[in-house]
Every structure is written in structure tokens, then in C-alpha cells.
């Protein structure tokens, strides 16, 4: 029996023991069966091989063989990876559905990039040119979006030999770099293991908001480009309606969506739904920039503990092109699962809650992908790769491990409330428990580029609803009419914060987005009717003529003032103060 | 693959049978094991080999079986049901055997239980609405072909008698489409089995019903394998028959416990509350079954049925559930205590899919604007009486009495309905306005003027 052969000694669900993989390395992929089922080396004990098989299992048995492949997990990068739809391994499931059915049968396959496509490759070196890993070669355009930049791969340094305009397919020769070790043509695809961070020339510190048109995150708990976010929450408080809406308004501009073992109709929604909506910057189908993984709860749950990897990959590779992206996972729980799921089949010793004791390291190593950098490359080039990752706590428990690991390396935590999504208040994100610790360079950048009152204006408003929640208490107590009418118009002031500022409806078309200069106009909005009517109170004015205002009702349309029509809100401030001022003393 | 048969079996833990010295094995297999000395067999699958010894698992127990007496035979292939459009009127029990008299099913196709799971790209989505003539459900919680929404009971509500009423009356608008109920029983009463073929006769549903039942007595560990029989049928008449199929799984509760049980034999490391690590992942190949596919006019919607042990919606079993279906219907034991049939707990309640069913051309276009209006003002209502039994009803402002009392009708007329009242969507929309409209007109922000003009009763 050769090297690259051994045979199967034990199959317990998704895992399969090998034996007689002389030199097999840990994470290489192998080939199990005679259905060649995909699979992985996981763990190696003496000559016996773990591996987690990306199909499942049934059928396979003691004596059949096992064939190494030599190489890692990796995947494919190059054009015709946006709009593609994979399964966790990058098995495309357009291609497999046109080919296999409407079920995903066992040992399919298909590559990643189509081979049929044609691209037609630009050069933007010339020959002569010394050239080194990263640097840019050329450009085809992918989509309407995305110009796609042909890097030199990673360890190629050398002189530009060969290089020309060129139509083709992905395997087409762009260009041929003479090596210290002899030519190397370079196609339009290349290779990279998932597990393995792809190299950058440094990181830097995220400064610039990642804005996404939802309120209460730009205003209250910001992101910034390259920076890592979770939305944990029980199921029923909106997750994955977050998750969608990032997706959809993020102003980043390439998304990669992994579905990780969550609802299949989801993942539909998604691909239905994609190409039907515009990108508010560019009025193109937001599909034109995104990347969706769906490895649903029902596919192998080996492939769903590859497929955040998988994704990940694929958004380092854009973001090494010097684009903004951003990658949305849903749900890390499902992931977390996935690698208890393998750790108790390889019977190692359970951490908390039966979780692989390396949880927390893995999840580490997770989000540390993200981040602001500097690409390789001779041009200097900038890209940002954000993270946010969904965690669905087991009944909404916040302490459980998953949640824990995950708030202990990301910067930003939007909580899900279900009290708030049974009350129909949505994004159910609770605004007293939840933080962002990007806030400093958000206010930052927002004061010096939008309006130097931002961050006043953000820190008022908290004020009024963190107040807000204790005299709640004090209500519950003694009844709303034991309260100063001071305290009373505090409530008030709150509740429109809430209900006219917080409160977005993500299916209404005019209030799904909201631009950060109108998020900041219409807050102010509602901050300016608290400060005309204290002293109004004060002076005598009944606190229920102040409520029973009509301007009251605009302010509480105001949400969905269009986006070029800003003015409106200075017209309804106007009109606040004179409605104010004309109430009898 | 040859069959191959051993008389080496080692040991028997739970419902599990250890055999030794096997050869040319593959997990999934399914086995017949023999008691020397007498003719019934019981049948078993493999849950594990490792190298010469296999674990495999007994669907129909381990009692009265000693492991020198066992042959057991290997039998190359995986479990599967013959399926035939003739199983439509059919009794199964839980080994897919007829139970009803009547003669054997000549298959048109044998098929593996697991199936495959739907590439997402196959899928369509799920929009048309099902009317199941149950007001909180069609108007609040609206279901539509190709979802799955489970409800989640306790025990001692009439989860049974609701089932019941939506396998009788679940219907789409559209005339002349094929529709069929599978109903699974996993680990139910007599009683309660008796009540739904008895009510499945009396409404000659039976005519178009397939149905799998494993009483409370029969063995546990063949619960794990009647939902997947009775979804693979599901696949067929759908996908290969072109019908609309209704499955109902009740009690998803006596499955995970099965499920339990076969863990905790092979020593695994557990989860929560003992249920396996891989609990969620074991739901969801049954919940994930649900759908549609593209160019298929078929179509496969679940109810399931789960009791939440100590009325406890976190706990491990509607928990995951919750995560993976697609909304949840919640019983409630205060209501059923007030006598109102059936108990919908409506704020809790979800269906996620309902955007995409509801309005015009589906149901009605007022239909979002009346059911956020009927939600608002019954939270309000709610609220108001919590409050009033702190601090007493003389607290309460005079529009917070108005909508005490909106919640209570609202309860009384809305949630409230006959076994046997089927009620239209027009009919709930109706019942809906006539609610409304004991609310002054200025506090109806949720719906449009317009439809407030052509609605709210005159």
C-alpha cells in the first residue's frame, strides 16, 4: 500500500478513524471512501488519523480507503466569486442544484469558479517590472461593483517577463514572474488554506465609522471599518433581521454572509431578495458586492464548523485588494456547536458546558482576522476587513460560554432583548445594556466630519433614557401621576427617543436606511422640543398641553422625511418653538 | 454487499448491543436481530464501528434479549420505507407496518429515511398563505405553505384538540390543489391517538391522511426514526406527487427524550440537562425538512408539537426548537384556566414568514395594518391590568380602563372560538374591526387612514 492510501478502522457520525496515512500532516484534506468523501485531518495518534468528514457518513466502514490529497483545506479565489452562492467548503450550490438536483447528494463536485466565465484582464504592470507578493498585476472587471485586482501570490517575488491584455477563463496566463527559482505563471486564480490568516504588512487602528443606517447603532453604539461586533440574543429578538440589514446597508463595499447552520427559507430570503435591492451609494443590486455562505442547520455539521473559515478567507482576499469589507456570521453558536459536536466524538475532556476547552482561543483566533491593515504590495494600499458575528445564547442566558468567549475579544456589543421584541420595538437591541468601545473615534471622526454637536447630542440623549429607566422603576412603584412634572416631561422626552428615534421598521422602504447627517438631525429634533418645553414647564405651561402638540405627530413622522429633503427638519424645529411659545402661560 | 450474520454479540447496555468480530461493516447499516427460539425479529441500526466491533441500536429495546442467544444480521443497506400514493388513508405504526387491517403497501419506491438535505439554492420561498380558520393564527401569527411553526403546549392544554382542528381545516385559497396530512405520533397515549384517527374518521380527513403512530408502550427508540419516516413519505407526495403536505409531530418531547436515552447509553458527554451536544443539529435534519422547491408544486409545511416540561420556554427542547423554526405558536395556562379555547398566548407568539403571506392579493391589504393595531392595543391592555393589580384599578386613567376592557373582549371574542368554528380571514378581519372599533378612532396610529375610512365598522 502506498504512502498516500490507508483504510478506514472506526466511523462514529461525522468522524472516521484512518489508519496507514504515512506523513499526513494535521488539517490536510483526504478523501474517505469509495464515495471520495470529503474530509480533514483533525487529530493524529500514533498512525491512527482523525478526520472530520465534510459529508455524511452513512455507508462508510472499517476497511474502505482513505486517499490524502497533499494539501490543506483551501479555497479558490479569484473572479466570479461575488454573486456565487457556497455550500462551508466553497462547493458552489448553484452548480450543484443544476448538476445534482435539488438535493445535495453525497460526493458531489464542482469548482468553486466557474471554468466557462470569461474575464478579460487588464494589466496594470508592465514587463520589466519587478514585482514581489502582493503587488498588483492587473484588474478585471467582476461586477457592475467590484473591480477584481490580480495580486502577485504570496511568495512570488521576481521580474515581469510577460504581461498583456487577455480574455479567458480563470486559469488563463496573465503574466509570468522570473523567480530566483526559474519562471511562474501567474493566473487569474490562486490557492489559500483557510486556516492560515492571510499575510498583511501591518495592522492599524480602526478610526472610521462603518456606518450601516440603522440608529441605534451609528448614533448609540457605533462600529468602525475593520472592527468586530456580536449580536447576541434569544431567538424571537431579531438576529438575523439584524444581520440582513448590515448586510443590505453597511456602507462597506464588498459583504461576505455566512449562513452557519441556521434556516435554509433564510438563506432564500437572502438570495431572493439581493438582487432586488439597490446599494444606496452606487443604486446597483446590492448582490453586485456580496458573497453568501450557506451551510444550513440540516448540512454536515463538519462543513458548518468550516464554513465561517471558508468565509473568512474569502473576505482577506478582498480586503488584501485594499476594499472595505465586511463579514456577517450567523451564527457563531451554531459553529461553537459544530466544534463540540467533533471534540466529543474525539472523546477529549470537556470545558464548560461540554465545550472543547480550546473554545475561547478558537474564537479568538476568529475575530482577530479582523481589522484595519496595510496591504502587501508596493503601493501602500489600505483595506479593513469588520466582523460581526451572531451568538444565539441557549434560552437568551448571556453568561453561557459562547456569549462569554466572544464578549472577551470583541469591541462592540449590540444585546438583544426579547422583552423589547415582544413589545414589537425594533432592532430589539437593549440601549442600557449593550456598548461600543469604539465610540471615542466615532464621536471623533463625527464631530470633525458631520457636526460638531454630535457627541454632545449622543450623550444627552443617553442621559434621558438612562434617567428614564430609573424613575421607570419609581413609576411601577407610586403610578406616573406621583411624579414632578419635570420628571414627567423626562419621560416624555424619552419615550419619543425611543418610539420616534430608536424605533426602526426594517421592511418599510423609506425607513429601512437613515444617513447618519439625518440620524443626527432627527435626534436633535427631539432634543429640541425637550429644551423649549422645560422652560415652558417651568413658566407655567400644562405639561398636557405640551404633549397634546400637533407638531408632536410630524415630529413622530419625521423618520421618514426622504433623504434629499433634509431641510424639513429645520422647518419642523421652527415650527416646535412657535407652537411652544404660543401655549397660554 | 452480501449479508452477513454474527453470533457475537458482547454486550447489551440500554438500548444499545455490542457485537464483536465483525467484518466489511459500514455505519448507518441497518440490522435484523434474531433471539434463538423465536420468530419475531426486531431491527437495529448501526450507530458506530470500530475496527471488528459495532454498536448498534436497537429500535424496538433490548428487553428480554441475552446477548449468547442473539444473532445478528448485517444488512448492507440503510433504513429505508417503501412509499406509495396508496398509503394516503393508511394507519402505520411507528416500524412503518400497517396497523389498520388493511393489505400491505406495494411500494412505488424505496427510500432512505435521512433523505438529503434541500440545497438552499432548490428552495423557494414561502409565501402563500394557509388559512387554518383559527383567528389568532391566521390573522396574527399567519402560516404560509412551506413553513414550519411549531406549538409549544404544556401539559394539560389541548395542544391535541388544536392539531386536530388545523389538520381538518387548513386549506389555501386557491381551489383545486391536492392536499394531504401525515400526522407522526411519537410516544403519545391511546387516548390521545384514539382521539385524532377517531376525529380524523368523523371529518373523513382520513381519505387524504397518512398517518405513523408509537404509542407511550411501544419502544422508545423507534420514536427516533417516525418523524423521518414519516417526512420521507412527506417528500414523496410532495416533490414526486405534486401535493401540498401538512405534517403534523406531536410530541417532539417524547423524541428528544429518546434521543436522550440512546446518548446517555453510548456515554457521551451531555449537554444541557443531559440532552446531547448535538441535539440542535438532530432537530433541525427533522424541522429542516419543511419547504418548498423551485418549479415544484408541491409542498411540505410542519406543525410540530412539543410540550414544554415545567411550562418553561428555555428549557433545552423548545429552546432549540424556537432556534430553528420558524416562529412558535405558545399555549398558556392562564388563559386555558379562563375557559377559552384555544389558549393562544398572542404576545409571545411569532410567526416569522407572515410578512411575506399577508395583503393584498394573499389575504386582505388592510391585514399588517389591523393585526399591528390588534398587537399594540392588546399589549396595552395587558400592561394596564398588570399595573392595576399593583396599584389598583382607581389608578388607572380612563383610556387605560378602555383598554382593560378591549383586552378582555379581545380575549373573549377574538382568541376565544368553537372546536369546530372555521373562521375565514374575512371573518377574523371582521371580528378584528368590530374590536377596534371600541377604541376611539385618533388611537388607531397603526393603520392607515385609508383603510380606516373603508373598514372601521360605521
Known sequence: MNNNQGEVVKVSGPLVVARGLAGARMYEMVRVGEMRLFGEIIEIRGGDCSIQVYEETEGIGPGQPVFRTGEALSVELGPGLIRSIYDGVQRPLNDLNAKFGDFIVRGAESPALSRETQWTFEPAAKTGDKVASGDLLGTVQESKLVVHKIMVPAGVEGKITRIGPVTGNVDTRVAVIETANGPVDVTMVQRWPVRVGRPVKRKLPPTVPMTTGQRVIDMFFPMTQGGTACVPGPFGSGKTVVQHQLAKWANAQIIVYVGCGERGNEMTDVLMEFPELKDPDSGEPLMERTVLIANTSNMPVAAREASVFTGITIAEYFRDMGYSVALMADSTSRWAEAMREMSGRLEEMPGEEGYPAYLGSRIASFYERAGNVLCLGSDDRAGSLSLIGAVSPPGGDFSEPVVQATLRVVKVFWGLDDKLAFARHFPAINWLTSYSLYQEAVDKYANEHLDKGWQETRQRAMGILQREADLDELVRLVGMDALPVDDRLLMQAAKMIREDFLHQNAFDDRDTYTSLPKQFRLLNLILHFYDEARPALAQGVSLSALQGLDVLEDVARAKLIPEDNLNEFDRLKERITQAVAALPR | ?458
Open chain 2, 1 to 458: 454487499m452480501v449479508t452477513r450474520e454474527y453470533r457475537t454479540a458482547r454486550n447489551i447496555i440500554g438500548p444499545l448491543i455490542l457485537v464483536e468480530g465483525v467484518e466489511g461493516i459500514s455505519y448507518g447499516e441497518l440490522t435484523d436481530i434474531k433471539t434463538a427460539g423465536q420468530d419475531a425479529l426486531r431491527r437495529g441500526k448501526v450507530l458506530e464501528v470500530n475496527g471488528d466491533k459495532a454498536v448498534v441500536q436497537v429500535f424496538e429495546g433490548t428487553s428480554g434479549l441475552a446477548p449468547q442467544d442473539l444473532s445478528v444480521k448485517f444488512l448492507g443497506k440503510s433504513q429505508e420505507i417503501g412509499v406509495s400514493a396508496d398509503m394516503l388513508g393508511r394507519v402505520f405504526d411507528g416500524a412503518g407496518r400497517p396497523i389498520d387491517d388493511g393489505p400491505p403497501i406495494i411500494p412505488e419506491k424505496w427510500l432512505n429515511v435521512n433523505g438529503s438535505p434541500m440545497n438552499p439554492y432548490a428552495r423557494d420561498y414561502p409565501n402563500e398563505f394557509i388559512q387554518t380558520g383559527i383567528s389568532t393564527i391566521d390573522l396574527l401569527n399567519t402560516l404560509v405553505r412551506g413553513q414550519k411553526l411549531p406549538i409549544f403546549s404544556a401539559s394539560g392544554l389541548p395542544h391535541s384538540r388544536m392539531a386536530a382542528q388545523i389538520a381538518r381545516q387548513a386549506k389555501v385559497l386557491k381551489t383545486g390543489e391536492r392536499f394531504a396530512v401525515i400526522f407522526a405520533a411519537m410516544g403519545i397515549t391511546f387516548e390521545e391517538s384514539e382521539f385524532f384517527i377517531a376525529d380524523f374518521r368523523r371529518t373523513g380527513a382520513i381519505e387524504r391522511a397518512v398517518l405513523f403512530i408509537n404509542l407511550a408502550d411501544d419502544p422508545a427508540i423507534e420514536r427516533i426514526s417516525v418523524p423521518r419516516m414519516a417526512l420521507t413519505t412527506a417528500e414523496f407526495l410532495a416533490y414526486e406527487k405534486g401535493m401540498h403536505v401538512l405534517v403534523i409531530l406531536t410530541d417532539l418531547t417524547n423524541y428528544c427524550e429518546a434521543l436522550r436515552e440512546i446518548s446517555a447509553a453510548r456515554k457521551e458527554v451531555p449537554g444541557r440537562r443531559g440532552y446531547p451536544g448535538y441535539l440542535y443539529t438532530d432537530l433541525s435534519s427533522i424541522y429542516e425538512r419543511a419547504g418548498r422547491i423551485k418549479g415544484k408544486p408541491g409542498s411540505i409545511t410542519q406543525f410540530p408539537v412539543l410540550t414544554m416540561p415545567e411550562d418553561d420556554k428555555t428549557h433545552p427542547i423548545p429552546d432549540l426548537t424556537g432556534y430553528i423554526t420558524e416562529g412558535q405558536i405558545i399555549l398558556s395556562r392562564p388563559i386555558h384556566a379562563q375557559g377559552i379555547y384555544p389558549p393562544v398566548d398572542v404576545l409571545p407568539s411569532l410567526s416569522r414568514l407572515k410578512d411575506k403571506g399577508i395583503g393584498k392579493g394573499k389575504t386582505r391589504e388592510d391585514h399588517a395594518d389591523v393585526m399591528n393595531q390588534l398587537y399594540s392595543a392588546y399589549a396595552r391592555g395587558k400592561n394596564a391590568k398588570e399595573l392595576a393589580v399593583v396599584l389598583g384599578e382607581s389608578a388607572l386613567s380612563e383610556e387605560d380602563l378602555l383598554f382593560v376592557k378591549f383586552a378582555d373582549a379581545f380575549e373573549g371574542k377574538f382568541i376565544r372560538q368553537g372546536e369546530d368554528e372555521n373562521r375565514p380571514i374575512e371573518e377574523s378581519l371582521a371580528i378584528g374591526w368590530s374590536l377596534l372599533a371600541m377604541l376611539p378612532r385618533e388611537s388607531l396610529k397603526r393603520v392607515r387612514d385609508e383603510y380606516i375610512e373603508k373598514y372601521y365598522p360605521k
